[in-house]
C-alpha cells in the first residue's frame, strides 16, 4: 500500500490532464467539450488499494540480477504470506511441503473461489502480533482488517503473478498439465476482477478466461482422474460460459465435447450438472442473435425458459427454500417477501437461474417490443404456434407474459437480499458472498420490464453494496450506458 495524499475528487480523464473539474452530476463540462465518456467520480474518503506489484517485482528483479553474489535469505524468512487453502493441491512435482501452518491462518471469506491466509511470521519478527489483532475482531471491516487482507492478497499475487514463471509452465508439457497450473492462471484471473476500476471490457481477465480454456483443451480428459482436479476444471468452465455469454459468442464446440465429459464424472444434483447446459444454449442464442435479427428466435428463449422452470421444479432437497410469514420478515424488504434458505450457496444457485430467466424474459421484449424503433425485428415473419390466433395476438400474450414473468422474478430476487446480511435490523450490512447479487440486481435497476418500485430497491441495494463492500465499480456511471453489463459479470464468477 501506498500513501499519495488526498485523492483527486475530478474525473479519471482531468486527472489525467491536469484539469480543474466541475463535477457536474451527469458528466463533467470538460470531457463533453472533448466528446468523450466521463468517467465519473471517485470519493475521496473510500479505501484506495494501489497495485505496486508489476513495479516492486521488476524492483526486485532487477535487483536479484545485480546481486547475484549476495547469500539468500533463509527459507524461513522467505516464506509466502498467503497460500491457497486448498489442501488437497497436486504436490507430485513440488519440493517437499512446508511445516503445517497454524490455527491462526483464517480469513474470513475474503473471495467467493479461493480462501486466504495469512501465516503467522517467526516468533521472533515484530509483526508477530498481526494474527492476533485480526482474530479479535476478524469481520468489522474496519481499516485494520482490510488492509491486512488486501496486504496478504498483495504478497500472495507477487508469488502467483510472475508471467514469466507462468509462461514457462505452459511452456514445458509436464508442468503445463499439472493442476497447480490451472490453479495459477485461476488466481490470477481472480486478482484482476479484483483490482479491476470498471468503465472499460474486462480485457485481462478475459485474457486468463481463454487461457485457462487452452490448459483445459491441453490437459484433455484424463485431467478428471481426482476430485481436486474436476473442481478446479468446474470452476474454470464456469467462468468461461459465463465469458461466451456476456461477449456474445458461443461456446468452442471442442470446449463442450470436453465439457459434457466433465458433467459426465459429476452427480447430477452438483449445481455445475444442472446449469451448464443451459449456459450452453444461451450463449448460443445470444451470438445467434448478434447475427441474424430473425424474430423467430423468440420461441428458442421460450423452450430455454420452460427448461428452466422444469429445473426449478425438480430442485434437490438440499436447494429446497420457503417463504417467511410477513411477521418474521424484515421490514424493509421488498413488498415484504423474505425466502429461507438451507445455505447461502443454495441462495445463489437460485439466484443463477433467475439470472438466466432474466436474460430470456429481457430478450423476449426486446423482439416483441414495439417501443423500440431501432429494432431490426420483422415480426411479419414470426411463426405462430396456434394458427386460431393473429399476430397481434400472440404478440400481445407474449408480452404480458414477459411482464408478468419479470414481475415474479424480480421478486424472487430480491426476497433474497437478507439471506447475504449480517449484523442485526439496525445495523445490517451486506456480507462478502453479496458480490453476486451486482450482476442482477443492475440488470433489474435498468430493464424496461422492471416495475418502478422495483428499479428504485434495486438502486438502494446497489448504493449499500457499493459502499459496504468497498465496490465502486458496481454504481460506476457508465453502467447507465446500454452496455452497462460489460463487467458486472465479474462480480458473479468471483
Known amino acids: 500500500m501506498v500513501n499519495h495524499g488526498r485523492p483527486s475528487t475530478a474525473c479519471l480523464a482531468c486527472r489525467q490532464r491536469r484539469l480543474k473539474c466541475d463535477r457536474l452530476p451527469m458528466g463533467c463540462s470538460q470531457c463533453r467539450r472533448k466528446a468523450i ?19 516492486i517485482s521488476c524492483k526486485f528483479d532487477n535487483k536479484t540480477v545485480v546481486s547475484k553474489s549476495l547469500l539468500p535469505l533463509p527459507a524461513s524468512a522467505s516464506s509466502s504470506v498467503a497460500k491457497l487453502s486448498a489442501a488437497e493441491m497436486d504436490t507430485s512435482n513440488q519440493a517437499p511441503p512446508a511445516p503445517a501452518p497454524s490455527p491462526y491462518r483464517r480469513v474470513n471469506e475474503l473471495c467467493g473461489s479461493f480462501d486466504l491466509g495469512i501465516m503467522p511470521p517467526p516468533p521472533r519478527d515484530n509483526s508477530a502480533y498481526l ?11 474496519d481499516a485494520c482488517s482490510i488492509a491486512i487482507e488486501a496486504t496478504a492478497l498483495a504478497a500472495y499475487s507477487r508469488r502467483v503473478r510472475s508471467c514469466g514463471h507462468l509462461k514457462e509452465s505452459r511452456k514445458k508439457a509436464e508442468t503445463a498439465v499439472v493442476d497447480r497450473t490451472l490453479a495459477c492462471v485461476l488466481v490470477l484471473g481472480l486478482f484482476e ?66 465439457d459434457k465429459k466433465l458433467l459426465s464424472l459429476q452427480n447430477a444434483g452438483e ?44 430442485a434437490p432437497d438440499w436447494m429446497i427454500y420457503e417463504i417467511r410469514p410477513n411477521s418474521e420478515s424484515p421490514c424493509w424488504a421488498y413488498k415484504r417477501v423474505c425466502h429461507r434458505y438451507t445455505s447461502v450457496p443454495a441462495a445463489r444457485i437460485w439466484n443463477i437461474l433467475r439470472l438466466f430467466h432474466l436474460f430470456l424474459v429481457n430478450f423476449v421484449n426486446e423482439v416483441i417490443s ?17 394458427p386460431s390466433k393473429s399476430l397481434s395476438q400472440y404478440v400481445l400474450e407474449l408480452r404480458d407474459y414477459a411482464t408478468r414473468t419479470m414481475d415474479v422474478i424480480t421478486t424472487d430476487l430480491l426476497a433474497t437480499i ?13 456480507a462478502p458472498a453479496a458480490r453476486s447479487l451486482a450482476w442482477p440486481l443492475a440488470i433489474i435497476e435498468l430493464s424496461d420490464l422492471s416495475s418502478k418500485a422495483a428499479q428504485d430497491f434495486a438502486s438502494r441495494q446497489l448504493d449499500r453494496l457499493a459502499g459496504d463492500l468497498n465496490m465502486p465499480t458496481v454504481v460506476h456511471p457508465s453502467r447507465l450506458q446500454e452496455a452497462f453489463d460489460d463487467w458486472l459479470h465479474l462480480f458473479y464468477v468471483v
Open 418 to 430: 437478507p439471506v447475504f446480511m449480517e449484523g442485526g435490523q439496525n445495523e445490517r450490512r451486506f
Open 131 to 141: 494474527p492476533a489483532i485480526f482474530l479479535d475482531s476478524p469481520s468489522t471491516g
Open 193 to 258: 476482477a479484483i483490482v479491476f476500476e470498471g468503465g472499460t471490457s474486462p480485457t485481462s481477465w478475459t485474457a486468463h478466461t481463454n487461457g485457462s480454456m487452452q490448459l483445459l483443451l491441453l490437459r484433455g480428459p484424463q485431467q478428471f482422474t481426482s476430485r481436486l482436479s474436476r473442481t478446479i476444471s468446474s470452476h474454470a468452465s464456469n467462468n468461461i460460459k459465463t465469458s461466451c455469454i456476456q461477449r456474445c459468442i458461443p461456446v468452442p464446440d471442442d470446449f463442450i465435447v470436453l
Open 37 to 55: 465518456q466521463c468517467a465519473g467520480y471517485r470519493d475521496p474518503f473510500a479505501l484506495r488499494v494501489k497495485d505496486e506489484t508489476a513495479r
Open 271 to 314: 449445481p455445475s450438472a444442472m446449469v451448464s447446459p443451459i449456459m450452453h444454449q444461451i450463449a448460443s442464442l445470444k451470438a445467434r442473435h448478434l447475427a441474424d435479427s430473425d424474430c423467430n428466435f423468440v420461441h428458442d428463449a421460450l423452450l430455454l425458459d420452460r427448461q428452466i422452470l422444469f429445473l426449478a421444479e425438480t
Open 370 to 386: 414495439p417501443e423500440d424503433r431501432d429494432a431490426e425485428w420483422d415480426l411479419s415473419e414470426l411463426r405462430i404456434p396456434d
